[in-house]
């Protein structure tokens, strides 16, 4: 019988734990004979105390097998792609129907928010009608016939990881590394996928801060998906600044389908398309700037929308709400937020937007919290471009006053203007994986 409370202690005093006992004890989580605040306990220790090397790899190993393994029969190449989050991060909105106008088939597992940042699943459920709890008959059959699928974790696929994401986003366990690591790669390696593209963030909006942290995330994510047998790649882009104009669900989702239409913000298009080069360098041996030109030229011919638009039909949703963005929801209430004094952006602190974007209502501060599918921050003014005193920067979207308030007292000192204006740069801070060409 399980000892949970002997795996705790012995985690909490630094010691390390079995692949039988980790096995043992996310079985006994997912059959819901370890509760809650046993786990809660465990996240905790192993947050604080870290899991080695073969710790990370049983825990992805045991959330992998908590369900079903999907099988999907493609005659293209089977690409995955994840990222570890950011503020404003819609990239997959873009990314994944743009790998599949680039040939390639892409069968994605998502995750809902976690801590300040937005995830995929809510962004998604702001097109009504679209379902992502999909059984892995019906995901592995979607994407062999048009390419793409987009679901949850569930009872059957990956069920460990739907229960622990949503526990640890409550718990304060959202920054372990091993964590964060096996969550994503267990979502992957669920998939028979050929290539793992990882976008990890870097930068005050990420979970990871500094360029060090980000690249051992990128190189625990690397070996942990060569223990299993798959080609990894990750590329570290700068989460210093939200990426994009919106951060909340529809806003993000509106914004999503203008980049399809070659009108999103440089920033965006970028990442996505660095994205896409990467998986083109990977599988078919394409050059980094050679892979990157076809990837615009992709982009820009307007079949990626397309593929967006079949896709969300397939999956239940209203296809109305793609062709008029204007459709999805807004929440009822509104609040510009002005620049202190004239001169150009300097700063937009990607963290405070993300927490604030929460007391909006645009995330959860509890687990059982409902979202506002129509609340979170639109940004008029970005980082590196003029502004008058008194000229709105921020636009805030929340059901009431209150909750404007509260976001509007957050971001209090998220802003800076200067008297230079700043150049923006690159996004793409460093790839990793095999070799790069």
């Known amino acids: 019988m399980l000892n949970a409370v002997a795996l705790i202690e012995r985690k909490r005093d630094g010691g390390a734990l079995l692949r039988e006992e980790i096995t043992a004890l996310i079985r006994a989580y997912v059959a819901g004979e370890a509760p809650d605040y046993q786990m809660s306990a465990w996240l905790m220790a192993a947050t604080i105390r870290g899991l080695d090397f073969a710790e990370t790899a049983a825990l992805t190993d045991a959330m992998l097998r908590s369900g079903r393994m999907v099988e999907v ?6 690409v995955d792609k994840h990222s570890t989050g950011g503020v404003g991060d819609k990239t997959s909105l873009v990314a994944v129907p743009l790998l599949v106008s680039l040939g390639f088939s892409v069968p994605k597992l ?26 892995p008959h019906e995901f592995a059959s979607i994407v062999g016939r048009y390419g793409m699928a987009i679901a949850a974790q569930s009872e059957e696929i990956v069920p460990a990881d739907r229960m622990l994401y949503a526990l640890r986003d ?15 790669m267990s979502k992957k390696l669920a998939v028979s996928s050929r290539l793992i593209v990882l976008d990890v963030k870097v930068g005050d909006g990420a979970f990871f801060r500094d360029l060090a942290q980000a690249e051992e995330f990128a190189a625990l994510a690397i070996d942990i998906g ?4 798959r080609s990894t790649r990750a590329v570290l882009t700068k989460m210093d600044a939200p990426l994009g104009r919106a951060v909340g669900n529809a806003l993000e989702v509106r914004e999503a389908i203008a980049c399809l239409r070659g009108e999103g913000p440089a920033d965006l298009e970028e990442v996505a398309v660095a994205l896409a080069a990467e998986a083109l360098c990977a599988v078919r041996g394409d050059r980094w ?37 204007t459709l999805l929801p807004q929440a009822a209430r509104q609040r510009d937020l002005a620049a ?12 405070a937007l993300g927490d604030a974007a929460r007391l909006l209502g645009a995330g959860r501060l509890r687990k059982e919290d409902a979202i506002d599918l129509g609340a979170g921050i639109e940004i008029l003014r970005g980082v ?23 976001a509007q007292a957050l971001l209090e000192g ?3 203007v200067s008297d230079m204006a700043a150049g923006a740069g690159s996004h793409i801070v460093r790839r990793m994986g095999e070799e790069q060409a």
């Open 73 to 78: 029969q493609s005659m293209r190449p089977l």
């Open 110 to 135: 998502s995750g809902r928010g976690l801590g300040h940042t937005g995830g995929t699943l809510d962004k998604l459920e702001s097109i009504p009608g679209l379902r992502t709890a999909l059984s």
């Open 170 to 184: 409550v718990t304060g366990t959202v920054q372990s590394l091993p964590l964060i690591a096996s969550s994503i």
């Open 226 to 229: 060569k223990a299993f047998g």
């Open 289 to 325: 700037e050679e892979a990157r030109g076809k990837a615009q030229e992709a982009l820009r011919s307007g079949d990626a929308l397309g593929r967006l638009r079949r896709w969300v039909t397939t999956q239940g949703g209203d296809p109305r709400f793609v062709d008029d963005p």
């Open 340 to 351: 202190p004094r004239g001169g150009y952006v300097a700063r937009l602190s990607a963290r």
């Open 384 to 406: 590196g471009e003029r502004v008058r005193e008194g000229e709105a920067v921020l636009r805030l979207f929340a059901g009431s006053d209150a909750q404007l308030d509260a």
């Open 414 to 416: 998220a802003m800076d």
